[in-house]
T-cell receptor
Framework: GNSVTQMEGPVTLSEEAFLTINCTYT??????LFWYVQYPGEGLQLLLK?????DKGSNKGFEATYRKETTSFHLEKGSVQVSDSAVYFC????????????FGTGTRLLVSP | DSGVTQTPKHLITATGQRVTLRCSPR?????VYWYQQSLDQGLQFLIQ???????AKGNILERFSAQQFPDLHSELNLSSLELGDSALYFC????????????FGEGSRLTVL
């Protein structure tokens, strides 16, 4: 079945550092890929998405590129802020029928001033 | 605001008891998904409904049940509660195009004492 693997956290960075959170997936066909973010005490919010190979999703300075050849969707940001501290979930959704979102285990990001 | 409403936000109860969690999806969304988020198991898919019918089942215990009503709101019933059922329960809804993103409510935090 479909699955997502993302790097374990926590990831601890200083403000303005470069961020990469790795995500790889296993799926048949052409799934859609997502990054969700969960701020402390809140629900999950969609951060960005990509629906086909080589698409780049971007939002709030974050970006991720759908790489089918490496089955990856790594999240990057050039300069993190303290307010980016949250848990980030990589997820995929299959391309046929009524597909659920399959999530990775989440990566906690801690950004210090 | 995702447009998905969950009640109650917090619930504290005792082992052996029964609780009902309620979810109202975004206007126009026909699909409702339930997820459980616990510290040790991440985000686990429980069950999905589409326009009143069950579409997919995940790791949902037999003590748990759900339904979607004609007005599209959904309820998740948890019975014979155990300490290990303490978790954050999320509801999500999705548009009719089934490969799109899901929109999450803020969750219902259940504590079983």
């Amino acid at each position: 079945g479909n699955s997502v693997t993302q790097m374990e956290g926590p990831v601890t960075l200083s403000e303005e550092a470069f961020l990469t959170i790795n995500c790889t997936y296993t799926a048949t066909g052409y799934p859609s890929l997502f990054w969700y973010v969960q701020y402390p005490g809140e629900g999950l919010q969609l951060l960005l998405k990509a629906t086909k190979a080589d698409d780049k999703g971007s939002n709030k300075g974050f970006e991720a590129t759908y790489r089918k050849e490496t089955t990856s969707f790594h999240l990057e940001k050039g300069s993190v802020q303290v307010s980016d501290s949250a848990v980030y979930f990589c997820a995929l959704r299959g391309d046929t029928g009524f597909q659920k979102l399959v999530f990775g285990t989440g990566t906690r990001l801690l950004v210090s001033p | 605001d995702s447009g998905v409403t969950q009640t109650p936000k917090h619930l504290i109860t005792a082992t052996g008891q029964r609780v009902t969690l309620r979810c109202s999806p975004r206007s126009g969304d026909l699909s409702v998904y339930w997820y459980q988020q616990s510290l040790d198991q991440g985000l686990q898919f429980l069950i999905q409904y589409y326009n009143g019918e069950e579409r997919a089942k995940g790791n949902i215990l037999e003590r748990f049940s759900a339904q979607q009503f004609p007005d599209l709101h959904s309820e998740l019933n948890l019975s014979s509660l155990e300490l290990g059922d303490s978790a954050l329960y999320f509801c999500a809804s999705g548009p009719s195009r089934e490969t799109g993103e899901l929109f999450f409510g803020e969750g219902s935090r259940l504590t079983v004492l």
